[in-house]
C-alpha cells in the first residue's frame, strides 16, 4: 500500500509558476513509475508527466518545455515544476504510483491548481 500527499497548488496569474510536491509512503518508492495528472471541469482526467526512479521521463504535448517533472528517491517526493502557466492548466492536480512489479496504481487526494488574473 502506497499513501500520496500533494502538496503546492494555489491561485497563480498567467505566466506564474508553482511548484508541485508529491510526498510518497508505504512502500519501495523506486518499484513505482510517478505521474502527475490533472483533471479540469467537464474533462477527462489526462497524463502531465511520468518519471521513473531511473529519472526516464515523458509528458503531455501541451506542458512540453514549462513543466518538468522531477524526483528525489532519498526523500521519496516527486516534483513538477511549473513555467509560465495559462489558464488551460487550471485543473485539479493528481499525483499517481504505478506500480512496476504489480497492478497496483495509487492516487493522491489531488491538489487545485487555478491560473487566473
Known amino acids: 500500500q502506497v499513501q500520496l500527499e500533494e502538496s503546492g497548488g494555489g491561485l497563480v496569474q498567467p505566466g506564474g509558476s508553482l511548484r508541485l510536491s508529491c510526498a510518497a509512503s508505504g512502500d519501495n518508492f523506486r518499484l513505482y513509475v510517478m505521474g502527475w495528472y490533472r483533471q479540469a471541469p467537464g474533462k477527462q482526467r489526462e497524463l502531465v508527466a511520468r518519471?521513473?526512479?531511473?529519472?526516464?521521463?515523458n509528458y503531455a504535448d501541451s506542458v512540453k518545455g514549462r513543466f518538468t517533472i522531477s524526483i528525489n528517491n532519498a526523500r521519496n517526493t516527486v516534483y513538477l515544476q511549473m513555467n509560465s502557466l495559462k489558464p488551460e492548466d487550471t485543473a485539479v492536480y493528481f499525483c499517481?504510483?504505478?506500480?512496476?512489479?504489480?497492478?497496483?496504481?495509487?492516487w493522491g487526494q489531488g491538489t487545485q491548481v487555478t491560473v487566473s488574473s
Open positions: 518519471i521513473t526512479s531511473g529519472r526516464n521521463t
Open positions: 499517481n504510483a504505478d506500480s512496476l512489479t504489480t497492478s497496483a496504481l495509487y
